[in-house]
């Protein structure tokens, strides 16, 4: 291991010396004096479940996780439990068989679809409704399991494995508007495990090579009253659907989409395939996006030709792959974002080394819209570019700010570095890092803090460190 400094200048006469070390996981900063320590960007979600988690949603301030486990950290929970960020806690009772696949959000209700026959100790075939106290049936549900459901034209869709819902034939996709079930045309000839809402119309992929009667190959597209294929669909089934700076992005498992090289995921614009350079060296099983950022999980350990464990960032911007630190050291499932953060939810029993159990979070860098301040304007970095050695001048401040906190991000958004330094000349050594852009947080600390308060000043750019 090898050991670098970091010294901050505090006035002409006082230095304090910090310590940091490199490891191949990545830079931990230790330390000595008024910095707080920094670890990698995954972190465990307390304590994790004892089973596999399919689906991570967002839903009333938490987050809620679906799958097939019986406990979540130390909670008894029959294959669902909601996360609030602090604990776990269970909705009602429930439901009992072999779990949840799939949930969203509709009319300010949870729904959740899978392969069980009870919810909240009711008889609910396959999908189910959750408004926040109680569970309730939609109708007679599916006769078989649902892998996927969204909101579209004001009625929720579910697609599966099913023939029927409630008492209407439905082949693998139904609609329900609140109090009936209705199918949509012909529906499909396989099994539908994705569905998303794309420029007005419904994106539908699975394990399919027909919907509403026409050549549908793993992907169809419905407007509400017809069927299409877009762009001849793929070579093999999808699975995950984003939607990320006005294009939608499909997962699965295939190696051409319309025709195109793209391995196990691809970019539609609405009129032509696009490839993600390499792709996956494997299936993919989830995608979320976040800014312009691409967020891809799945049986893969390389993303373009680099490793990368079940876990992957598309830059849409600079289009290239990076890992997410360690990566996770099994399958990937389930994607959302949530305070910033990233969830990541799967088989996987370690995320960056550590101790998960089938759910983590990754931490990101926020560089989005906060407020500058003059004091925040005028801070100094220099020199940009530079060999690692650089100066941070933060100058009085008339907010009353005694201290500033300092994080640097890699581009994939991982935390690289938390300190705390006075106002002046601080002077940090980074020749450690590998060469390549970095992202700076640098944010005003009230007396008596140890973090900005709210409303605080953020100021954000970028550095560059050659070699």
């Not at 699975?206 to 549908?216: E, K, R, V």
């Not at 793929?234 to 992005?249: H, I, P, Q, R």
């Not at 990566?327 to 499932?333: E, F, I, K, R």
């Not at 940090?428 to 008596?448: H, Q, S, V």
Request: aromatic share 12%; hydrophobic share 40%; net charge neutral.
């Amino acid at each position: 291991m090898k050991t670098i400094y970091l010294k901050t200048k505090q006035t002409k006469e006082k230095r304090n010396t910090l310590s940091l070390k490199w490891t191949a996981a990545g830079i931990a900063f230790l330390l000595t004096c008024t910095a707080t320590v920094s670890g990698q960007g995954w972190d465990s979600v307390g304590g994790g479940t004892n089973g596999t988690v399919n689906t991570l949603i967002p839903y009333n301030a938490s987050i809620i996780a679906g799958g097939t486990f019986s406990q979540a950290g130390p909670l008894p929970a029959d294959n669902i439990a909601d996360w609030s960020g602090t604990s776990w806690a269970n909705l009602g009772t429930g439901v009992k068989y072999a779990g949840v696949w799939q949930m969203t959000e509709w009319k300010g209700d949870l729904y959740a679809g899978g392969f069980f026959t009870i919810a909240g100790g009711i008889p609910a075939r396959n999908i189910a409704r959750w408004d926040g106290t109680n569970w309730y049936p939609l109708a007679q549900g599916a006769d078989m399991v649902v892998y996927a459901i969204t909101v579209f034209n004001n009625e929720l869709y579910i697609g599966g494995g099913f023939d029927s819902a409630g008492s209407v034939a439905a082949n693998h996709i139904a609609r329900w508007n609140g109090a009936l079930w209705k199918g949509a045309g012909l529906g499909t000839n396989g099994f539908v495990q994705a569905l998303c809402v794309y420029n007005g119309s419904l994106f539908v992929g699975g394990t399919f090579d027909s919907a509403g009667g026409i050549a549908a190959h793993g992907i169809a597209c419905w407007d509400g009253n017809t069927w299409s294929e877009p762009g001849n669909g793929v070579n093999g089934f999808v699975t995950s659907f984003a939607v990320c700076n006005g294009s939608l992005y499909v997962a699965g498992t295939f190696s051409k989409a319309g025709g195109l090289q793209a391995n196990n995921i691809a970019r539609w614009d609405g009129t032509t395939w696009s490839k993600l350079g390499n792709g996956l060296n494997r299936g993919a099983s989830a995608l979320v996006s976040n800014g312009n950022y691409l967020y891809t999980g799945g049986y893969f350990t390389a993303a373009g030709g680099i490793p990368a464990n079940y876990i992957a960032a598309w830059n849409t911007s600079s289009s290239s792959w990076s890992a997410l630190g360690a990566g996770t050291d099994s399958a990937v499932l389930a994607l959302a974002m949530y305070n910033k953060n990233l969830y990541a939810g799967g088989e996987f029993i370690h995320a960056g080394g550590i101790a998960a159990n089938h759910v983590a979070q990754y931490s990101f860098a926020y560089l989005g819209n906060e407020a500058l301040t003059a004091d925040l304007n005028s801070i100094k970095i220099y020199p940009n570019p530079s060999h690692g050695n650089i100066t941070i001048e933060t100058p009085p401040s008339a907010e009353g700010w005694q201290s500033y906190r300092v994080e640097i991000y890699n581009v994939p958004g991982e935390r690289m570095a938390t300190l705390n330094c006075s106002s002046g000349t601080s002077n940090i050594n980074l020749t450690a890092l590998p060469a390549g852009l970095y992202m700076y947080r640098i944010c005003g600390i009230t007396p008596g803090a140890v973090q900005e308060t709210a409303g605080s000043g953020v100021s954000t750019g970028k550095i560059i460190i050659e070699h």
